[in-house]
Nanobody, 121 residues
Framework: EVQLQASGGGLVQAGGSLRLSCAGS????????VGWFRQAPGKGREGVSF??????RYADSVKGRFTMSKDNAKNTVYLQMNSLKPEDTAVYYC????????????????WGQGTQVTVSS
């Protein structure tokens, strides 16, 4: 059974950093495309970053500040978030897509439970 466990969220001041983790079980991240999404109150779910094979892709709003990486030995994907802004406040989710269909959230089949990131000004 594919399971994802996201962690690492918290409260941080603007300009600070957090590292989110997404631990996978029941599958290997090598066989899936991985995405980090976020959802702020009253807004839709937004794709933040994606890892497919060895290629990463970032939303324009986080490019240069966020970095996605993978530890194969731990079957864990990370999202390093630097220079955080209040507008980064959201619940962050990791998700995987077996078929590499695209970056829309509708293509992602399995989701972690979400971790809250709050950035104070």
């Amino acid at each position: 059974e594919v399971q994802l466990q996201a962690s690492g969220g918290g409260l941080v001041q603007a300009g600070g950093s957090l590292r989110l983790s997404c631990a996978g079980s029941g599958f290997s991240f090598d066989d899936y495309a991985v995405g980090w999404f976020r959802q702020a109150p009253g807004k839709g779910r937004e794709g933040v970053s994606f890892l497919r094979s060895r290629a990463t892709r970032y939303a324009d709003s986080v490019k240069g500040r966020f970095t996605m990486s993978k530890d194969n030995a731990k079957n864990t994907v990370y999202l390093q978030m630097n220079s955080l802004k209040p507008e980064d406040t959201a619940v962050y989710y990791c998700a995987v897509d077996k078929y590499y269909a695209g970056t829309s959230s509708t293509f992602f089949d399995y989701w972690g439970q979400g971790t809250q990131v709050t950035v104070s000004s």
